[in-house]
Nanobody, 121 residues
Framework: VQLQASGGGLVQAGGSLKLSCRPSGRTFSSYTMGWFRQAPGKERELVAA????????YYLDSVKARFSVSRDNPKNTLYLQIDSLEPEDTAVYYC???????????????WGQGTQVTVSS
């Protein structure tokens, strides 16, 4: 079982990106899904999470004005819209899943390969 994040790239500051995450091998419609990022030399941090039915959403305070997480369960796809990108957003972005536990708890069980986001100033 894998989660595959995609949609990263090199963008100029102020631009936008929409990241996608799709699992292979199973459906994740019943799981809480989260987006993490890890910048060079920094710890991985949870930036957004969404409950299985999209009723509950969590954002890291520093990104909540610019990030938007959503999911399309019939398409088995998780999204992260990032607007007004800043150089500080440069990181590898990962999606992850868990079945139990609070959205904001960074203990996720299933991880995928990340996608690189690089923001130039």
């Amino acid at each position: 079982v894998q989660l595959q994040a995609s949609g990263g790239g090199l963008v100029q500051a102020g631009g936008s990106l929409k990241l996608s995450c799709r699992p292979s091998g199973r459906t994740f419609s019943s799981y809480t899904m989260g987006w993490f990022r890890q910048a060079p030399g920094k710890e991985r941090e949870l930036v957004a999470a969404i409950s299985w039915e999209s009723a509950s959403i969590y954002y890291l305070d520093s990104v909540k004005a610019r990030f938007s997480v959503s999911r399309d369960n019939p398409k088995n796809t998780l999204y992260l819209q990032i607007d007004s990108l800043e150089p500080e957003d440069t990181a590898v972005y990962y999606c992850a899943a868990k079945f139990v536990g609070p959205l904001e708890d960074p203990k996720y069980e299933i991880w995928g390969q990340g996608t690189q986001v690089t923001v130039s100033s």
